[in-house]
């Protein structure tokens, strides 16, 4: 299973809008509407912020959102701030059975 | 406060076996699937293994196959995952995770492996 590919890296300036890319196949993502994302500080445990490609746990930002078309799933973060700069990983449920992450996104804030 | 805690990480030579342990609390442990997701230095999280709630179903990584196994005790409250014939790239932290549905909330901090002679 190959893992979904995500940018590299993401940048933007406090207050702008980004938007991290989550691209897989039929198999995963453009199969299943199970794809979620995940935040990770350096040194910490990751932390759920979507799940269900759109839906937000209880207590995380609604600066955060998510949405899929095809085989591609996106996180956008509106009205960017300073701590929101972190590694974001994607994760999908797979045809297999099994689940696969993306590759990671670090996201700067300028 | 749901709370997860793996331990019995540590140091291990290529072609030895270390288990981990992930106790929990908070919640009804045997409700619900868990993982085993892992982080390599410095590189991305990879989904490990997955168990059913009763322990009558678990499926593996193609990389982990055959070579590690995972487990639990509801009794306990803890998951476990043995892991043999290790290499040198399966160095990394290993997080257990409580399966709600098709995520994984909440994570563990992790526990350090390092296979190395």
């Known amino acids: 299973q190959s893992a979904l590919t995500q940018p590299a890296s993401v940048s933007g300036s406090p207050g702008q809008s980004i938007t991290i890319s989550c691209t897989g196949t039929?198999?995963?993502?453009?199969?299943?509407?199970?794809v979620s994302w995940y935040q990770q500080h350096p040194g910490k445990a990751p932390k759920l912020i979507i799940y269900?490609?759109?839906n937000r746990p209880s207590g995380v930002s609604n600066r955060f959102s998510g949405s899929k078309s095809g085989n591609t799933a996106s996180l956008t973060i509106s009205g960017l701030q300073a701590e929101d700069e972190s590694d974001y990983y994607c994760?999908?449920?797979?045809?297999?059975?099994?689940?696969?992450f993306g590759g990671g996104t670090k996201l700067t804030v300028l | 406060e749901v709370q997860l805690e793996e331990s019995g990480g540590g140091l291990v030579q290529p072609g030895g076996s270390l288990r981990l342990s992930c106790t929990v609390s908070?919640?009804?442990?045997?409700?619900?699937?868990m993982h085993w997701v892992r982080q390599a230095p410095g590189k991305g999280l990879v989904w490990v293994s997955r168990?059913?709630?009763?322990?009558?179903?678990?499926i593996y990584a193609d990389s982990v196959k055959g070579r590690f196994t995972i487990s639990r005790d509801n009794a306990k409250n803890t998951l476990y995952l043995q892991m043999n014939s290790l290499r040198a790239e399966d160095t990394a932290v290993y997080y257990c995770?409580?399966?709600?549905?098709?995520?994984?909330?909440?994570w563990g901090q992790g526990t350090l492996v390092t296979v190395s002679s």
């Open positions: 908070g919640f009804t442990f045997r409700d619900y699937w």
């Open positions: 039929s198999s995963d993502v453009g199969g299943y509407n199970y």
């Open positions: 168990i059913y709630s009763d322990g009558s179903n678990t």
């Open positions: 269900d490609v759109s």
């Open positions: 995770s409580r399966a709600t549905h098709y995520w994984f909330d909440p």
């Open positions: 994760s999908s449920y797979t045809s297999s059975t099994t689940w696969v």
